[in-house]
């Protein structure tokens, strides 16, 4: 509907990606089905913008983050990625060690920074190490650039030398941020970056990713599950559900009119933080589906109050509604 | 004002807590987690415990049924139980593993956790484990225990409650174990349920289905219900009283409208102006509470918020400590509506 993109714009161009995890069983161990946790998945990520991934436990939205950061290899389709140094490449396709070389374009902020941050380490080498891997920065050098990467983070760099187990959740996933930071990159996968924090300590948090964003011109993957975060931070919005994109708009958009069912469920599930809006909740109490084959049938007709005979019997292809691309046989009728 | 003001009834509280204080005796000082709370939950209605981790709102839980981990103890302060007999126990005074206690728990007051397996052991068949807690509480034959947690495995929504009696815990999805976990806690029917962020680590339409759940079981059973949670949404969904904490202490509590609609703590307007809400896109930044919560062992003097606070007033904030007052439509515990004792 609305401007073409040019390409230069685009810095992640994802087209039919997949990763199916086989299930195996029986003393051999032979393969007798697969776990399609990510299932032919196209978008694109625009340099500079957020861009939101959204979905509840099983979604295959993790999973997605894992097969850009190569973490996983995906078993198909492609993920352009438009790098400073070596032009447009495939990360789905690249030899280990060039995408070693794009770790540092490429870095992730993972959920919990209790975990994501050895408790053996001090901060100077936490968030250091890389650069001394990547630059050769070492000594007092190496001190100094990571002093900055602290204040930039809002933290003092007199910490340079204390544990993890010295701070506080909040001030964990500053470190983290630092971390991801350190190599100046341009595309930061930040999974459930917020999730783990408290309220007052999130709402810094998003400011902090923000103000990052616009100092360093970064570009996000904002995965995450709390729909009223990616409201506030993303400018565009995919859903997952079951492994696919079910919709994918810009924020606005997509919050203001939803056309996917399920993207609807998952906007009324949220509570309100207004007791005059309490929600009409029976609306949602259908009990959640028992995954079937849903190899001819839309993955959501089991729990879809919509669903017709046609949505049992076919898959649905993506379609322009809009200015939603929404995986739906009836987008534009319910 | 288009609600009229209820009548006070004074019906009498099911639990009300008076200066509760459980402290930590550790090796590097005392931290302490609860530090003079005093709230009421009223019987057939619930309350949410609002606030961040460290706040002490889960150990105040803890307090109430005795099973405060060592080194913390009950310190002062007192936590009176108004029993289905019309007479009241101070639970504080009480021995953690007296005969007296252990008869509350489990059948008077139950408790649900964010994590289903606090409470569910892992070795042991879910209808089992259901079976043994009502045998322990109620006067029932074992095959009517049985009946008994089959129909309370169907009542919480777990789909083929025959099968998933003879399941393990960890052949269910963390929905259907928190499910489990509920039918376990509301066997006996209790007269209160608290209710640690039991929703927390679940997906929003699996939360939505909880919540559902446990407001049904309370229209039901008429229990009251302590629900803690940090998440303001599910506050407003489900309270009918609110009490805010920080720091081991309540700053502020009211009704549910009231807090939302009127909050006087300058914590509770924070809280509430700090969270993205949905349809509501601010431009640009979150207004964030500067700071965090002070380390356990380093209180600050006088009011416990006035390190992050916006309204610090030197002199006053640091000096004097704050009560509980009643102004307007809510207790507030903050010099900016309550009079400044006269001496230093």
């Given at each position: 509907m609305d401007?073409q993109?040019?390409?230069?714009?685009?810095?992640?161009?994802v087209r039919d990606l997949s990763m199916h995890?086989?299930?195996?069983?029986?003393?051999?161990?032979?393969?007798?089905s697969a776990v399609r946790a990510v299932d032919n998945v196209s978008f694109q990520?625009?340099?500079?913008?957020?861009f939101g991934i959204v979905g509840e436990s099983g979604s295959g939205k993790?999973t997605l983050?894992?097969?850009?950061?190569?973490?996983?290899?995906?078993?198909g389709g492609?993920?352009?990625?438009?790098?400073?140094?070596?032009?447009?490449?495939?990360?789905?396709?690249?030899?280990?060690?060039?995408?070693?070389?794009?770790?540092?374009?490429?870095?992730?902020?993972?959920?919990?920074?209790?975990?994501?941050?050895?408790?053996?380490?001090?901060?100077?080498?936490?968030?250091?190490?890389?650069?001394?891997?990547?630059?050769?920065?070492?000594?007092?050098?190496?001190?100094?650039?990571?002093?900055?990467?602290?204040?930039?983070?809002?933290?003092?760099?007199?910490?340079?030398?204390?544990?993890?187990?010295?701070?506080?959740?909040?001030?964990?996933?500053?470190?983290?941020?630092?971390?991801?930071?350190?190599?100046?990159?341009?595309?930061?996968?930040?999974?459930?970056?917020?999730?783990?924090?408290?309220?007052?300590?999130?709402?810094?948090?998003?400011?902090?990713?923000?103000?990052?964003?616009?100092?360093?011109?970064?570009?996000?993957?904002?995965?995450?599950h709390?729909l009223?975060?990616v409201e506030?931070?993303c400018?565009r919005v995919a859903v997952m559900f079951l492994g696919e994109i079910v919709e994918l708009a810009d924020t606005e958009t997509l919050f203001a009119a939803p056309r996917h069912p399920y993207t609807r469920a998952l906007l009324s599930a949220v509570?309100?933080?207004?007791?005059?809006?309490?929600?009409d909740?029976r609306l949602r109490a259908a009990a959640p589906a028992e995954v079937t084959d849903t190899a001819t049938a839309c993955k959501f007709a089991a729990r879809c109050p919509h669903a017709r005979d046609l949505c049992r019997r076919q898959r649905p292809q993506k379609r322009t509604v809009g200015g939603a691309e929404v995986l739906c046989h009836f987008a534009g009728e319910i | 004002?288009?609600?009229?003001?209820?009548?006070?009834?004074?019906?009498?509280?099911?639990?009300?807590?008076?200066?509760?204080?459980?402290?930590?005796?550790?090796?590097?000082?005392?931290?302490?987690?609860?530090?003079?709370?005093?709230?009421?939950?009223?019987?057939?209605?619930?309350?949410?415990?609002?606030?961040?981790?460290?706040?002490?709102?889960?150990?105040?839980?803890?307090?109430?049924?005795?099973?405060?981990?060592?080194?913390?103890?009950?310190?002062?302060?007192?936590?009176?139980?108004?029993?289905?007999?019309?007479?009241?126990?101070?639970?504080?005074?009480?021995?953690?593993?007296?005969?007296?206690?252990?008869?509350?728990?489990?059948?008077?007051?139950?408790?649900?956790?964010?994590?289903?397996?606090?409470?569910?052991?892992?070795?042991?068949?879910?209808?089992?484990?259901?079976?043994?807690?009502?045998?322990?509480?109620?006067?029932?034959?074992?095959?009517?225990?049985?009946?008994?947690?089959?129909?309370?495995?169907?009542?919480?929504?777990?789909?083929?409650?025959?099968?998933?009696?003879?399941?393990?815990?960890?052949?269910?999805?963390?929905?259907?174990?928190?499910?489990?976990?509920?039918?376990?806690?509301?066997?006996?029917?209790?007269?209160?349920?608290?209710?640690?962020?039991?929703?927390?680590?679940?997906d929003v339409t699996t939360?939505a289905q909880?919540?559902?759940?446990?407001?049904?079981?309370?229209?039901?059973?008429?229990?009251?219900?302590?629900?803690?949670?940090?998440?303001?949404?599910?506050?407003?969904?489900?309270?009918?009283?609110?009490?805010?904490?920080?720091?081991?202490?309540?700053?502020?509590?009211?009704?549910?409208?009231?807090?939302?609609?009127?909050?006087?703590?300058?914590?509770?307007?924070?809280?509430?102006?700090?969270?993205?809400?949905?349809?509501?896109?601010?431009?640009?930044?979150?207004?964030?509470?500067?700071?965090?919560?002070?380390?356990?062992?380093?209180?600050?003097?006088?009011?416990?918020?006035?390190?992050?606070?916006?309204?610090?007033?030197?002199?006053?904030?640091?000096?004097?400590?704050?009560?509980?007052?009643?102004?307007?439509?809510?207790?507030?515990?903050?010099?900016?509506?309550?009079?400044?004792?006269?001496?230093?």
């Amino acid at each position: 509907m609305d401007d073409q993109t040019p390409m230069d714009d685009v810095i992640l161009d994802v087209r039919d990606l997949s990763m199916h995890f086989p299930v195996r069983a029986g003393m051999f161990g032979k393969t007798h089905s697969a776990v399609r946790a990510v299932d032919n998945v196209s978008f694109q990520v625009r340099r500079g913008e957020t861009f939101g991934i959204v979905g509840e436990s099983g979604s295959g939205k993790t999973t997605l983050g894992r097969c850009i950061m190569r973490i996983l290899g995906p078993t198909g389709g492609e993920i352009g990625y438009a790098s400073e140094g070596a032009g447009m490449v495939d990360l789905a396709a690249v030899e280990d060690a060039q995408m070693r070389d794009l770790w540092r374009e490429i870095r992730m902020i993972f959920q919990d920074p209790q975990s994501s941050l050895n408790p053996r380490l001090p901060v100077i080498e936490l968030v250091g190490q890389v650069l001394r891997k990547a630059e050769g920065l070492k000594g007092a050098a190496l001190a100094d650039r990571v002093a900055d990467l602290l204040k930039s983070v809002g933290l003092r760099p007199e910490i340079l030398h204390r544990y993890p187990a010295a701070f506080s959740g909040g001030q964990r996933q500053r470190i983290g941020i630092a971390r991801a930071l350190a190599t100046k990159p341009q595309l930061v996968i930040a999974d459930e970056a917020v999730s783990a924090l408290d309220v007052s300590i999130q709402a810094q948090t998003l400011n902090l990713l923000q103000d990052l964003q616009e100092e360093f011109g970064l570009t996000y993957v904002f995965i995450a599950h709390d729909l009223a975060v990616v409201e506030h931070i993303c400018d565009r919005v995919a859903v997952m559900f079951l492994g696919e994109i079910v919709e994918l708009a810009d924020t606005e958009t997509l919050f203001a009119a939803p056309r996917h069912p399920y993207t609807r469920a998952l906007l009324s599930a949220v509570p309100v933080p207004d007791p005059r809006q309490r929600s009409d909740r029976r609306l949602r109490a259908a009990a959640p589906a028992e995954v079937t084959d849903t190899a001819t049938a839309c993955k959501f007709a089991a729990r879809c109050p919509h669903a017709r005979d046609l949505c049992r019997r076919q898959r649905p292809q993506k379609r322009t509604v809009g200015g939603a691309e929404v995986l739906c046989h009836f987008a534009g009728e319910i | 004002m288009t609600q009229p003001t209820p009548i006070p009834t004074e019906p009498a509280p099911l639990l009300r807590i008076a200066g509760l204080k459980t402290h930590f005796f550790t090796d590097d000082g005392v931290v302490k987690a609860v530090d003079g709370v005093d709230l009421t939950v009223e019987p057939g209605k619930t309350l949410c415990v609002l606030g961040e981790s460290g706040c002490g709102k889960s150990i105040m839980a803890r307090s109430i049924l005795r099973i405060v981990d060592r080194p913390g103890r009950i310190v002062g302060g007192s936590i009176t139980y108004r029993a289905a007999d019309g007479r009241s126990v101070d639970l504080a005074a009480m021995s953690p593993t007296s005969a007296a206690i252990r008869q509350i728990r489990g059948s008077d007051i139950a408790m649900i956790f964010q994590e289903p397996m606090t409470s569910l052991g892992p070795i042991q068949k879910i209808g089992k484990q259901i079976v043994e807690t009502i045998l322990l509480h109620r006067r029932m034959s074992k095959a009517e225990a049985k009946e008994t947690a089959i129909e309370m495995l169907n009542r919480v929504g777990i789909p083929r409650p025959r099968e998933r009696f003879e399941a393990y815990p960890f052949e269910l999805s963390g929905g259907m174990r928190q499910r489990a976990m509920i039918a376990m806690a509301l066997c006996c029917q209790p007269r209160l349920l608290i209710a640690d962020e039991p929703t927390t680590a679940l997906d929003v339409t699996t939360q939505a289905q909880i919540l559902d759940l446990i407001a049904d079981l309370k229209e039901e059973f008429g229990m009251a219900v302590m629900l803690i949670t940090h998440d303001l949404g599910v506050v407003a969904e489900v309270a009918e009283d609110v009490a805010v904490m920080y720091l081991g202490k309540v700053v502020e509590k009211g009704d549910v409208y009231s807090i939302f609609e009127e909050p006087k703590h300058p914590y509770t307007r924070a809280l509430l102006e700090s969270v993205p809400r949905l349809g509501v896109r601010h431009a640009g930044r979150l207004p964030a509470i500067e700071g965090m919560v002070p380390h356990p062992l380093v209180r600050p003097t006088g009011c416990p918020f006035r390190t992050r606070c916006r309204a610090f007033m030197p002199g006053i904030c640091d000096v004097h400590q704050p009560e509980l007052q009643r102004q307007g439509r809510t207790d507030v515990a903050c010099f900016l509506h309550n009079p400044v004792p006269a001496h230093g």
